[in-house]
């Protein structure tokens, strides 16, 4: 009777394993056969047995769940393969986990470090596979667990290093090949070493050094930014030293994995595209081959050749290096002799030389770094540890190894240099000061006198003169703007505020060059401050810009009527003598391009102040193409004429070029083609066609550039002559959208409402005026969860457009900075 009650039990624990999914756990005694699984509680990840590729051989494996196409990430056996399904992963009374063939020979086994009373293994959420203790959840305490034990693949929360005490070490190892989980040549782990450093191998050869940790990322790591997906963690302390990265939002799939032939990527799953999509891939560019350009040399992507000497430095062979082999390196032009008087070149922007031979004290200052370096004979080099703090001290003794030049991300790294050499430059900058200083003491004399004669006339004669302009004025205003506008129902609610120059002058002092904001649609934009405190913006129109006129008057007629938040509000206008002013509410923080294209500003647009942007130019967009009185095509919405609050809301400006239409019109054409290149839309910039639609493609051009930060046009990648709009179709199109992202979008995990806004995007930049959605409908796409169509091709997503926009730009209308509004005459 026992045994048939035992054999009855053990029946059913077994039954339990083969049928049921919910199981995430298995206790002693218990066991699972080739065909059972155990799935994680929150249904992620799987485990079990599985063959890869078109291999045979059995492997007990975790894999993700949701994912159809069975994407492996860690194997138990993976260099015995079982050859047949009699395979059977058991777990004994003493916590351990043994993989048996079918005559219960042991092809794997875990071991443990201690003994535990009730020990359990148990599949996470996170991807681990523990065993612990049933009543000790702590993470520390673990028997054992998979994590210890990396294969190919790194998940969030699993270490990337090693532990100093028991020597485990955390590197990820590729598989031999895709049917071959064997332990591959290629290599991503930390050398503790000197200052520890993550390194990439094929087997003992570096490939990629990304190098030291510095506080925010790896030095030579410059793709690894704060971003929407990932926090990062670096540990280095006595026990252990490991780099880490955490999900910002736990539902998302992410792994970082060296493929079998040498690819090390971090890829992120998509939910809409049903794909994995590249996070970053490391080492990209020539410059990331390791020690390419030899001892004490730099190389810098955007220099050709790629390969320079540090400063004070020259090649060694120079005939190899002008054969472009640079593996020689460079050496001193004056030998240090440890003498007095040695010092320091700052060399800003580098990735820092390896570190493997190099000291370091994360305790001590720049200075005391830097004190020390000077005492020990051989110190060659020093730096910070930590460039957030700016505290720390790391130390070189040897040549300087594998050194780059970043444009933006790099951080200051300190050469020593002989005493000759370093008086040779002070020399240098002395004389070229001195110089400079007789010019301009010359200059300010000449300057003095004429200044002290000529004013007492001016000032005088200014007086006089402004007396009696002053008289004429409100005449004036109607005539200038009455004579070409003979509509009386546009000009009888003309009740726009008309402002005296001095008044102006007086606000804006007059017109000083400090108070200079920049340079607007038709001439230059001061800032100014009334009696009464409030500031405001005055866009005066210059005497040389016979299109100006026109312009002004449009926009005194056009936006004195409009009534929108996200439209730029006119407080009045000037016109006296052949002065002619449009003073606007003052944007202390100036416009949209000041910020989103910025290396440092773009960080203060974190993403809920983007989406907060979008949203408000599309409302304000929508208000004019729909809600206001009158149907208002902008023709040159763009960065710069979004201008920002002091809480950032946008505000839409510059009106000069907008048109208005008739109630039922939804097209015009035009002989006079204005706008500014990157932000037209095909149909208007060939043929003069503008609508609606016209304006929807440039505001989905502005939204790109907003997620991205980069410019449309003027856009550079390696891979492709593409601009921007280009750009973001093709990873759309290649399941990698995620890679358009700007890198400082910090803090933000609304990801999929990022993917959205780039979706949006795409489909109001459609080559095709009557594909893309209108005004309403976007609003209604930014805010909603419904899906969207597929975007079709996008119009002029290669920089290098019509041979005709490019003649004719001889046409221009004032320009301001490198971002140019052109107008064109109708190149048919
Ligand atoms: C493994 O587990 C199975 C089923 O639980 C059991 O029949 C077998 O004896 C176990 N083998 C070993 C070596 O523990
Ligand atoms: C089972 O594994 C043992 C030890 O690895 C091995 O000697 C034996 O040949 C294997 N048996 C089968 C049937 O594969
Ligand atoms: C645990 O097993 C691994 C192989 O699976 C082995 O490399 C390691 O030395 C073992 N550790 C202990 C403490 O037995
Ligand atoms: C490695 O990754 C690259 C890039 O994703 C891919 O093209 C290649 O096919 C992969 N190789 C293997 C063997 O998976
Ligand atoms: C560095 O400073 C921290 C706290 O200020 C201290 O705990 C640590 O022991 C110091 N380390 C060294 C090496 O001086
Ligand atoms: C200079 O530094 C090296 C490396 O840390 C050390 O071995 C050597 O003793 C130091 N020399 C002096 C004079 O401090
Ligand atoms: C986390 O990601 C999931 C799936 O991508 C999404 O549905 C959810 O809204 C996100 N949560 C947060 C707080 O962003």
């Known amino acids: 009777m026992g045994t048939f009650v035992e054999v009855f039990v053990c029946f059913c624990l077994l039954s339990a394993i083969r049928t049921s999914t919910a199981v995430d756990t298995i206790s002693p005694g218990q066991s699972i056969r080739d065909g059972d699984t155990i799935v994680s509680s929150g249904q992620t990840y799987e485990l079990g047995f ?98 210890d034990y990396p294969g190919d693949t790194n998940l969030p929360g699993m270490k990337l290093g090693r532990n100093l ?51 925010i990322r790896f030095t030579g790591a410059a793709r690894l930014r704060p971003n929407p997906v990932y926090t990062y963690e670096f540990v280095l302390n006595e026990k252990e030293v490991y780099y880490n990265i955490h999900l910002r939002n736990r539902s998302v799939m992410s792994r970082l994995v060296v ?40 190389c810098n992507i955007n220099n050709s050749p790629l390969c320079d000497c540090l400063e004070g430095f020259e090649p060694k062979s120079e005939r190899d290096w002008s054969f472009q082999d640079w593996t020689s390196g460079c050496a001193r032009k004056t030998a240090l002799a440890c003498k007095r008087g040695e010092g320091f070149v700052k060399h800003p922007g580098m990735k820092m030389p390896d570190t493997s031979g190099s000291w370091f004290n994360r305790n001590m200052s720049l200075k005391e770094c830097e004190d020390l370096c000077l005492k020990n004979c051989s110190c060659v080099a020093y730096a910070n540890t930590d460039i957030t703090a700016g505290s720390g001290c790391l130390l070189w003794f040897s040549e300087l190894i594998d050194i780059r030049e970043f444009a ?3 951080q200051d790294l300190y050469v020593r240099m002989a005493t000759s050499y370093l008086d040779e430059i002070k020399k240098k900058r002395e004389s070229r000061r001195e110089k ?55 000009n009888e609610d003309l009740e726009l505020p008309i402002i005296d120059l001095i008044t102006i002058m007086k606000a804006s002092d007059n017109f000083s060059s400090e108070n200079k904001l920049g340079e607007g649609g038709f001439g230059p934009v001061y800032k100014g401050i009334f009696l009464d405190g409030q500031e ?111 809480d950032m809301n946008p505000k839409i400006s510059d009106f000069g070029m907008a048109r208005i239409f008739g109630g039922d019109q939804t097209e015009a054409n035009t002989n006079r083609v204005v706008g500014t290149f990157g932000y037209m839309a095909p149909e208007y910039a060939v043929d003069g066609l503008f609508s609606v639609k016209s304006d929807i493609f440039s505001f989905g051009v502005l939204v790109l550039e907003i997620v991205s930060g980069r410019k449309n046009r003027g856009f550079h990648s390696h891979d492709h002559l593409h601009n921007l709009v280009g750009h973001a179709w093709r990873l759309w199109m290649e399941e990698r959208p995620l890679e358009l992202i700007d890198n400082m979008l910090e803090e933000s995990a609304a990801f999929s409402e990022i993917i959205r806004c780039i979706h949006v995007g795409l489909l109001c930049v459609q080559k095709r005026p009557e594909d893309r959605p209108n005004m309403s409908t976007v609003v209604l796409m930014l805010g909603g969860e419904s899906s969207l169509p597929q975007p079709k091709q996008p119009g002029f997503f290669t920089e290098r457009f019509t041979p005709e926009a490019e003649s004719s730009s001889s046409n221009y209308r004032s320009t301001s900075t490198n971002e140019i509004t052109v107008t064109m005459l109708d190149p048919r």
């Open 259 to 298: 493929n079998s032939t040498g690819v090390t990527e971090r890829l992120t799953w998509i939910d809409q595209t049903h794909s994995w999509a590249r996070y970053f891939a490391v080492g990209e560019d020539q410059c990331d081959t390791y020690n390419l350009c030899g001892a004490n040399a730099k």
């Open 536 to 646: 405001i913006a005055v866009k005066r129109l210059s005497m040389s810009s016979g299109q100006g006129l026109e312009e002004f008057k449009n926009e005194v007629l056009l936006i004195a009527k409009l009534q929108h938040r996200n439209l730029v509000k006119l407080l009045g206008c000037c016109i006296e003598g052949d002065e002619r002013m449009l003073i606007y509410e003052y944007m202390p923080n100036k416009s949209l391009d000041f910020f989103i294209f910025d290396q440092s500003r773009s960080k203060l647009l974190d993403w809920n102040k983007r989406i907060n942007i979008i949203d408000g130019i599309a409302r304000g967009l929508l208000y004019l193409h729909q809600d206001s009185r009158l149907r208002i095509i902008h023709r040159d919405l763009k960065a710069s004429n979004v201008l920002l609050d002091k």
């Open 165 to 215: 005490v028991t020597g485990l070490d955390w590197t990820l190892s590729s598989w031999k090949s895709l049917d071959d989980p064997a332990r591959g040549d290629y290599t991503a782990g930390i050398d503790p070493h000197g200052y520890p450093q993550l390194l990439y191998k094929k087997g003992n050869k570096i490939t990629f050094r990304a190098g030291s940790w510095n506080g």
């Open 50 to 147: 599985f063959s890869p590729g078109s291999s045979s051989g059995r492997y007990v494996g975790i894999w993700f769940k949701k994912i159809s196409t069975g994407t492996v990430v860690w194997v138990a056996n993976r260099e015995t393969p079982i050859r047949d399904r009699s395979g059977v992963l058991n777990f004994t009374d003493q916590g351990i986990l043994l993989l048996l063939n079918r005559t219960n020979g042991v092809i794997w086994s875990s071991n443990k470090t201690r003994t535990a009373r009730n020990p359990i293994a148990q599949l996470l959420d996170s991807g681990n596979f523990v065993v612990k203790d049933e009543n000790d959840a702590n993470p520390e305490n673990y028997l054992w667990h998979s994590f």
């Open 436 to 490: 400079r200083e007789s010019r301009r003491e010359k200059r300010i004399g000449i300057i003095v006198c004429t200044t002290i004669l000529g004013t007492g006339v001016l000032v005088l004669g200014w007086i006089l003169y402004m007396r009696k302009r002053r008289i004429k004025l409100r005449e004036k205003m109607r005539s200038v703007i009455g004579r070409d506008y003979n509509d009386q129902s546009r």
């Open 408 to 410: 933006d991300v790099g």
